[in-house]
């Protein structure tokens, strides 16, 4: 099964799509007049109610996940990191995003459009 390659691109005022568009290879490359765009990229799966997951997206999970002795907060942030998606808390990588069960993730937001919802969960 091969994987779904969509992209979004964020100009620091609004989201949006940007498959299909005819200077795709010059968006992600930076060329011409998209250099100041930050790119997200599908990650070919989606929360639970069917909204796709994309670098950046803030994730809730339910329930909150325990690893050892310690509690991880119930946002994260999708990124890739050694080689694969991960869940990211403070910068440090906690788990992989395929580990996940779909069914226990909702995306909030993305921390481009919604940098606040991090604020208070991320300190």
């Not at 964020?10 to 011409?32: A, F, M, T, V």
């Not at 997200?40 to 690893?67: A, S």
């Not at 310690?70 to 992989?96: A, F, R």
């Amino acid at each position: 099964m091969s994987k779904e390659i969509k992209f979004k691109a964020w100009d620091g005022k609004k989201l949006q799509s940007i498959d299909g568009h005819p200077e795709l290879g010059d968006i992600l490359q930076g060329k011409g007049g998209w250099r100041n765009l930050t790119i997200m990229q599908y990650t070919g799966l989606k929360d639970k109610r069917g909204k796709e997951i994309y670098e950046g997206d803030v994730i809730k999970r339910e329930p909150c996940v325990v690893y050892g002795d310690s509690e991880h907060n119930p946002l994260t942030v999708v990124g890739w990191m050694n080689g694969t998606y991960c869940l990211i808390e403070k910068g440090v990588p906690i788990d992989t995003l395929e580990s996940n069960n779909e069914e226990d993730m909702e995306v909030i937001g993305n921390i481009y459009k919604n940098p606040n919802l991090l604020n208070n969960e991320q300190d």
